[in-house]
């Protein structure tokens, strides 16, 4: 008797024959809804694997509008970046003309004043220094007035750049052979420096005289002289273009 009490009760709450194994109440009316495809995103492989599973703090809801090749390239994207032997390559930067040191080395290469990099030093502008004195064995001051001598100072520093500034340093240089000289020597040999007069005609100078005009210091030339003799030779600027610097691995003490 309570046996049945117990069956009827049950029954009425829940709409339920627990025996028979029917539904029929209203809730419980609907089939079951199949498992929604998830997609599991990982952040250190970088790919997405399609799973059957439960909702979870570690799954994401998806539909099949997203698995198609439109949002999958952004993963491509990401994956192309790095390289063959699984390490990511830093992109490189393009230099922009608002840069600061893209605008400090205008300046000068300009020949203008600029404040440098490391100590913040006041780099004056460069302007025509006077000619060589009256001793000079080759007159020079006699074969330019200081106007011609402006006009070569402007051309010079014009140009803007430091490899068409080398390419005209060097078409004014000559190597000059000295009649006797020793059989074994290492010094390297003289230079004799040209400038253009008026008339256009390459007129020789003294080094001084050279210097002086287009304002640039004798290191300038000298490092100019001892690459123009290495087997690949380059006017452009190679600063820091070189490829990436092995420095091993540091040994345990």
């Known amino acids: 008797g309570n046996f049945g009490n117990w069956q009827q009760m049950v029954g009425d709450q829940t709409g339920d024959d627990v025996f028979s194994g029917q539904d029929t109440g209203a809730q419980n009316s609907q089939e079951p809804k199949p498992y929604k495809r998830l997609v599991l995103k990982t952040s250190g492989s970088k790919k997405s694997e399609s799973l059957d599973s439960k909702n979870d703090g570690f799954f994401q809801e998806d539909d099949d ?63 025509l220094q006077p000619p060589c004195s009256e001793s000079c064995r080759l007159r020079c001051f006699e074969k330019f007035s200081e106007e011609h001598r402006q006009t070569l100072f402007n051309e010079y520093w014009d140009l803007g750049d430091i490899e068409q500034q080398r390419i005209y340093i060097a078409q004014n240089m000559d190597d000059v052979r000295p009649v006797y000289r020793y059989a074994i020597s290492n010094r390297l040999p003289n230079i004799a420096f040209h400038l253009k007069d008026e008339r256009g005609n390459k007129r020789r100078v003294c080094k001084v005289f050279f210097l002086n005009t287009l304002d640039v210091n004798s290191g300038v030339v000298s490092r100019l002289q001892r690459k123009m003799r290495e087997a690949e030779f380059t006017f452009a600027d190679l600063r820091g273009k070189h490829a990436k610097h092995s420095r091993g691995k540091r040994k345990k003490d």
């Open 65 to 127: 509008e997203s698995l198609n090749g439109d949002n999958l390239s952004d993963t491509t994207g990401e994956i192309s970046d790095k390289s063959v032997d699984g390490k990511t390559s830093k992109p490189k930067k393009i230099p922009k003309a608002h840069w600061k040191s893209e605008h400090r080395k205008y300046l000068r290469n300009t020949g203008q004043a600029y404040v440098s990099h490391v100590d913040a030093k006041v780099c004056r502008a460069r302007r």
